[in-house]
């Protein structure tokens, strides 16, 4: 165990030692690629978009979606059941967005220049709108993540600082998450002509949006389900019941617009007609995604069963494998006849991917046990600042 102080420690385990070992060599590729340039990648004209894009912006940005979708549900919508899950989303979605921003730092060609959109607006380009909201995004969850901190490290009136934005915070980071979240699928709009039919889509941007609200729910049902096992407290029966059937029916929402629009472009059928990988994948992405989670959600929905622990983790992982199939086939499998050559991602782009990865999950474990970020469900702490609600990530002040 390392021991910071009386009150900061961090367990020691053989899992953390190897993710300190990937983290380590995380940090030496990056400055290894920030000083070669992207020669270490197999990037190329042809695919200049590749591994990071898709699990550093597509994939990490979609499964950070908890930190809008809690808030909103708890502050706007006031379902209050769902108190005791808020902070650690809050949490998961700073961390994600915060190594989003470093995977992209290092998927720059010219990774110097990352400033210049501050300074230089494109006002008609989908990309600006991107680099603003994901900067403006985790700024806003950084002020939300503050008081979780200074708390813990004693600063009381800081902390009580940060929770007055409370209102404000939540607002702001709703609407930037919309916008987004929604111009992901915009980039790929701009692909016409390039981005396989059965993805290309004037909808993408809704299909996008939706998925994310999906699926930022379902990444919060599994880690609480992870972190239930690791610090050994309790499945709350009322916050994830609520938010598995939130996924549920948005995803019902998400399907239905995706099969109507392959239906008006004339691409269903193709999914039984033509036999080839892209085809293949779809398939795979709809019934891995869609298909078996809406099955099994509706039929506990239609017959009033009480939806348990394992349904719901179950249909939260079938979602998530859904949303990764979906923006791997964008980015990836959609791409790959109009390139004209195949791609791999090179062993470096791997384990920068693994390192950084494995970064997020040891920072996210430090805080974890060091800031009390998950509050027993029903727990009347005393200490005002403790039930602070640290912005739109804890226990609101009563």
Known sequence: MIRINSNITFKMTGFRKLLMLFSGIFFVLVFYRF???????????????????????KLGIALAAGGFTTAGIYYVLGIKKIESVVKPAILTAWLGYCMVALGLLVDLGRWYGFWHPI???????????LYMCVLLYTIVL????????????????????FVGLTGFLVIAGIVLSTMHQSSLGSMYVLMAGRLD???????LPILYFSSAVAV?????????ALSGKTYNHEWDNEAMPFLAKWSGYVLSFYFVVRIIDLIVRGQLGRLFTTFDAQTFMCLLELIIGSVLPLFFFWSYNMSGKFMDKKMAVRNAIFIILGVVLNRTNVVITGMWKSAGTGYFPSTQEILITVGLTSFGILVYLFISENFGVFTPHGAEDEDVSVRSGVGASGVPTT
């Open 35 to 57: 000083a070669v340039g992207l020669s270490i990648t197999n990037l190329s004209d042809a695919w200049p978009w590749g591994l990071w894009t898709v699990i550093d912006v």
């Open 142 to 161: 950084t002020a939300e993540f503050a008081p979780i901190f200074f708390d813990g490290i004693g600063f009381k009136r800081t902390a009580k600082f």
């Open 119 to 129: 300074v230089s607006w494109g006002h008609h380009s989908v990309m600006f709108e």
């Open 197 to 203: 039919q059965l993805w290309w889509t004037m909808a």
């Open 216 to 224: 930022g729910p379902a990444v919060v049902t599994c880690e609480s």
